[in-house]
């Protein structure tokens, strides 16, 4: 599987991470978050999700499926599937963003993360009809030109906006840089532009000299962020010990390193390690990130949703009926929390070394990645448990009251 990039069990398991860890996490946490930090109210919430996600879900188990077991037409069934959800959600939300008075920052950001979205989803629609009809010979700079407006544009800016925005507010920390804040998207989207030239041109000579520009750029600012949401974790005023920091720590630590793997050998015209770069973006960076922020959105939506129904019994002067809301670290247990991030740590630093001794750590590293993942799906599914106990006996008290 990995003995080079292009084997379809690797394309499989790269598209269940983009699309069904990454970018379900991502959609989903976009829906809950914008209207909480945007004051946007997005009408019939549920109805919309669920059109969305049925067609991901089925989507991406068939692009999965098409690579796994070599059948061209599921890429087509995928296809419709992938597009309509995509393309359902990035026009609503779009439309939503645009109409919004909020001015933060994290507006224009996550505006520009859904232009790179549209662009990773057209490219791998494209791609994958290629793949049932083979009208085209395979295009593997478009390849190129899709995986890095899908992980540095889409992936990074979304996960960077949300960071402006929730460490501050769960880490009690500064603010970022007034000017990080104002430029740091722009210029990560302008050096994709300008990275993106050379895939579609590879011929134009200048446009050489235009991909080290903005390949140079393009890591100094992958480089600024994460050095300095470093530092802000660092001057956090409450020292508390906590999970999140501490994957925030290492998913930006991967970052710092997956620049330099990714620069160094750009400027020396060396081969890039691309299996060690798959690992330390997807893995290391953008999965850790996602993982130690489900440790605070979730149990944070499952609180605000308790502390509504308590407020709205309250409004109808059933005050007696309240439930007792417990502290979001009560949620999701710190300590459970912890094991969960030594498993994905150890998962991570096996998965690296498996990039390089794939035959000592290959099969360790799998493991080790499954154990943590199991593990996060329980953590996750006790919350939802314990939210959906919490609702029923509300609803218990409320036909009591009444
Ligand atoms: C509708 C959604 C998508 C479809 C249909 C799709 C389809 C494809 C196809 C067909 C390929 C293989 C092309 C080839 O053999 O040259 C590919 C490669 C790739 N895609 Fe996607 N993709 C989608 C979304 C994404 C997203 C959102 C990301 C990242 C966030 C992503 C990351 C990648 C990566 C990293 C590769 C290259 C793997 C490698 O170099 O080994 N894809 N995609």
Redo the contacts with the bound molecule.
């Keep these: 599987m990995v003995s080079h ?2 084997t379809p069990e ?2 499989a398991v ?2 269940f991470l ?2 069904g860890f ?2 379900m996490s991502m959609l989903g946490a976009m829906m809950q978050l914008m209207p909480v930090l945007m004051g946007m109210v997005i009408p019939r919430p549920v109805l919309f999700s669920n059109l969305i996600h049925l067609p991901l879900v089925l989507g991406i188990i068939s ?1 999965g499926l098409a690579w796994l077991l070599q059948i061209n037409q599921l890429f087509m069934v ?2 419709v599937l ?2 309509f959800g ?1 393309t359902a959600f990035i026009i609503v939300m779009a439309q939503y963003l645009f109409r919004s008075k909020n001015t933060h920052v994290t507006r224009s950001m996550m505006l520009l993360a859904l232009l790179a ?1 549209l662009f ?2 057209g490219l ?2 494209f ?2 009809m290629n ?1 049932s009809w083979q009208i085209y010979p ?1 295009a ?1 700079l478009l ?1 190129n030109l ?2 890095s407006l ?2 540095l544009g ?2 990074f800016l979304l996960v960077m906006s949300v960071a402006y925005q929730v460490i501050p507010m769960f880490q009690i920390t500064d603010e970022y840089p007034a000017l990080h804040q104002r430029w740091m998207g722009w210029v990560v989207f302008i050096c994709l532009i300008g990275l993106s030239q050379n895939y579609i041109w590879p011929q134009v000579w200048l446009l050489e000299e235009l991909k080290t520009l903005s390949s140079i750029l393009l890591a100094g600012c992958l480089l600024i962020f994460a050095i300095s949401t470093i530092r802000l974790l660092q001057k956090r005023r409450r020292q508390l010990p906590d999970v999140t920091m501490r994957f925030w720590q290492v998913a930006m630590s991967s970052l710092i390193l997956v620049t330099l793997s990714w620069i160094i050998p750009t400027l020396m015209n060396w081969d890039s390690p ?1 299996l060690l770069l ?1 690992v330390l973006m997807i893995h290391g960076f953008a999965m850790t990130a996602i993982n130690g922020m489900m440790y605070k959105i979730i149990p944070f939506i499952i609180w605000l949703h308790l502390s509504t129904h308590n407020k709205k019994l309250r409004d109808k002067g059933t005050r007696e009926a309240q439930l007792k809301v417990p502290h979001m670290r009560k949620i999701i247990s710190e300590t459970a929390g912890f094991w969960q991030f030594r498993c994905h740590l150890s998962s991570l630093i096996l998965l690296v070394m498996a990039t390089i001794w794939p035959l000592w750590f290959y099969y360790p590293a799998a493991l080790m990645f499954a154990v943590a993942q199991f593990f996060l799906l329980f953590n996750l599914l006790k919350a939802v448990r314990f939210y959906n106990i919490k609702i029923a006996e509300f609803s218990v008290i409320a036909q009591t009251t009444s």
């Design positions: 990039r292009w690797l394309l790269t598209h983009t699309l990454l970018a692009i995928a296809v992938l597009g995509f979205l990773t989803v791998g629609l791609l994958a793949y395979l593997r390849t899709h995986l899908g992980l889409w992936v691309i798959g």
